[in-house]
């Protein structure tokens, strides 16, 4: 193997063009056990909806898939794997495969191994187990992970076991031969803007694909030419795709959105009707993420639209306490009334069966 192995080129010119990559949820039954069937009916879904990539065993599909008491990150991979190589198969297409790897050094080595050779393309690489790791052992970590599998670096916000890295962070991480990608996902804007400075200074612009993750601010960071040194005409930086819980449900929608602010470039004004779209969207968030309850809800909320369209059996988890926080079926309701339009409600109706097959 390569000391720093690269994904095919089809991989990397598709990431830097741009993708929408949903953050792939798990189903369960009601004994808390993989539902496969189920579990391939969200990746038929997602394939469907026009989704570019996958990314898998992430925070959305929950950490503790890890445990030895469920034993499901292997099969989760697998599953998702095959099932989207089966819908490539029938559709002529080539869906980009990211794992989420986590831990400290060794587990993330073990899991990046095994996401290698279930044929994901890249690692979206957690540092929430490095919280209180200085930053140069973090990135002595990254550069030891990376030796086994590209990565796809990953800001998360502190709120979700995220930490708050520098812009020299950045900088440094973006040296990295084989980061082919960042997700840019700490809900915040300032740092949001260390990501990119980093990225800038690093000299690998043409090369990092950089991907929102802020699932508060969606829209207007795919709308946003961030031009970060004007006094020397910097050609900007733009985030060209997302990779994100929130596209977990209404995805074909996403599609739709992202193609949208896609036609916006070059300078082109934006339509005001894409800037209340980015406020509505958000609006969503808040109660798709449960923002009222510093996000406790997030993965149930998740949960529960697809369970009211019938693609999952129910909102389960495998930590039973984890579900919706009070409050948060009523937003749902509240959000799904106001914003038909953000809804796959119909395009799932008319396709469930078939991804159900």
Not at 226 to 233: G, N, T
Request: proline share 5%.
């Amino acid at each position: 193997m390569a000391s720093h192995p690269q994904p095919p080129a089809w991989v990397c010119d598709r990431l830097r063009d741009g993708l929408v990559i949903p953050a792939h949820p798990l189903a369960l039954t009601a004994s808390r056990r993989l539902d496969e069937r189920r579990q391939r009916a969200l990746t038929r879904y997602y394939h469907a909806a026009g989704a570019g990539g996958l990314a898998v065993g992430v925070h959305t599909t929950q950490f503790a898939i890890r445990e030895p008491r469920h034993g499901l990150f292997a099969p989760v991979l697998q599953l998702a794997a095959e099932t989207a190589a089966d819908c490539d198969a029938r559709s002529g297409r080539r869906t980009v495969r990211i794992a989420g790897v986590c831990g400290e050094t060794a587990q993330a080595l073990a899991e990046a191994a095994l996401a290698r050779e279930a044929g994901y393309h890249a690692a979206l690489l957690s540092l929430a187990a490095t919280r209180e790791w200085p930053e140069e052992d973090v990135l002595r970590h990254c550069e030891t992970v990376s030796r086994e599998i590209p990565l796809f670096g990953f800001y998360l916000q502190p709120a979700v076991g995220g930490r708050i890295l520098s812009q020299e962070f950045w900088r440094r991480f973006a040296g990295i031969p084989n980061v082919v990608g960042i997700k840019i996902a700490p809900f915040n804007r300032y740092q949001t803007l260390d990501v990119l400075r980093g990225v800038l200074e690093s000299g690998r612009r043409g090369d990092i694909a950089l991907y929102t993750g802020n699932d508060d601010h969606i829209l207007l960071d795919l709308l946003t030419d961030h031009r970060l040194d004007a006094a020397r005409e910097d050609p900007g930086l733009r985030m060209v795709g997302g990779l994100l819980g929130h596209w977990a449900c209404g995805t074909r929608r996403a599609v739709e959105q992202w193609e949208l602010c896609r036609s916006v470039r070059d300078g082109a004004p934006i339509p005001a009707r894409l800037l209340t779209l980015a406020a509505q969207v958000t609006d969503a968030n808040g109660a798709l993420f449960d923002a009222a309850h510093q996000f406790a809800g997030c993965i149930a909320g998740i949960h529960e639209v697809l369970r009211r369209q019938r693609l999952l059996e129910g909102l389960w988890c495998l930590d039973p306490a984890e579900t919706l926080s009070p409050g948060q079926s009523d937003a749902l309701d509240r959000v799904a009334s106001a914003y038909p339009h953000l809804s796959d409600d119909a395009f799932v109706e008319e396709y469930r069966d078939e991804w159900l097959r």
